[in-house]
């Protein structure tokens, strides 16, 4: 089976960590304890994957980290997928859901802005205005030339998608912010979990640090399902039928 394309779970966190830095053996098993994802198995029992299998797992990822959406949106979403069915109105409503291709290649390099359009969709006007709102850094070059960081390129894109709807980068300074704010509230959350792990000065080994990402991962999705609910409840208050209070 495995001369046919598919990879041992070790195989597929290497392939996607160069992207992914974050991603670990122990977040790709939590994934298939929650039903998002389902490999093939060996008849001594070792998971194997597909390409189809590591393709959704980078859907997964790709929504996590560039749409911050909670793992059970992302399973009804791929649940969609799966049945032919056309997103949510909240990622567009007309196709199934995809994933970018081209970061792979751009990741990592520096790329000057007045190819923004051609790299990303948005126009570099826009991206000088990501930058002012503290969104993305850009890097000056020895000849005085703007440059864009390609592992900035999805959330590029998802700031342009959201301009669509009238959030604009000065929206968008609120989360700047907060991320600032909740960055320190993060740190402060592992260090409490270290010591329930027997000590705040942990030995920095593969395990701790596979650990510590998926500890990380599960409250940046607990996190955000909270902030969603918070906000859901509160846009929809307006549009409550009045006549189903009385």
């Known amino acids: 089976m495995a001369d046919a394309g598919y990879l041992t779970i070790g195989k597929v966190v290497k392939r996607l960590q160069q992207q992914y830095p974050d991603l670990s053996v122990s977040k790709v098993r939590y994934l298939q304890d929650e039903g998002l994802l389902n490999p093939s198995r060996t008849p001594s029992g070792y998971r194997l994957y597909s390409q189809r299998d590591v393709r959704r797992l980078e859907t997964i990822l790709y929504l996590q980290k560039n749409r911050f959406l909670p793992l059970s949106v992302i399973k009804e979403e791929l649940e969609r997928a799966d049945s032919g069915q056309p997103s949510s109105p909240e990622l567009g409503g007309a196709e199934p859901i995809a994933l970018p291709v081209d970061d792979e290649e751009v990741a990592g390099k ?3 802005i007045d190819r923004m359009p051609e790299l990303t969709g948005a126009t570099a006007s826009f991206v000088r205005q990501l930058s002012e709102a503290g969104v993305i850094t850009l890097t000056r070059s020895p000849h005085g030339r703007d440059l864009v960081d390609g592992r900035d390129f999805p959330l590029i894109r998802v700031c342009d998608e959201l301009r669509h709807f009238g959030i604009g980068p000065k929206n968008l300074r609120q989360y700047v912010i907060a991320a600032n704010r909740e960055s320190a509230m993060f740190e402060q959350a592992l260090v409490v979990y270290a010591r329930k792990g027997g000590g705040v000065e942990l030995e920095p080994t593969d395990e701790t640090r596979q650990r510590f990402n ?16 918070l906000i859901q409840r509160r846009v929809k208050e307006p549009f409550k039928d009045k006549g189903a209070e009385r």
């Not at 599960?218 to 609910?229: C, K, P, Q, S």
């Open 110 to 112: 520096l790329h000057p």
């Open 214 to 229: 998926h500890a990380f991962s599960r409250m940046l999705g607990l996190t955000n399902a909270v902030r969603d609910e």
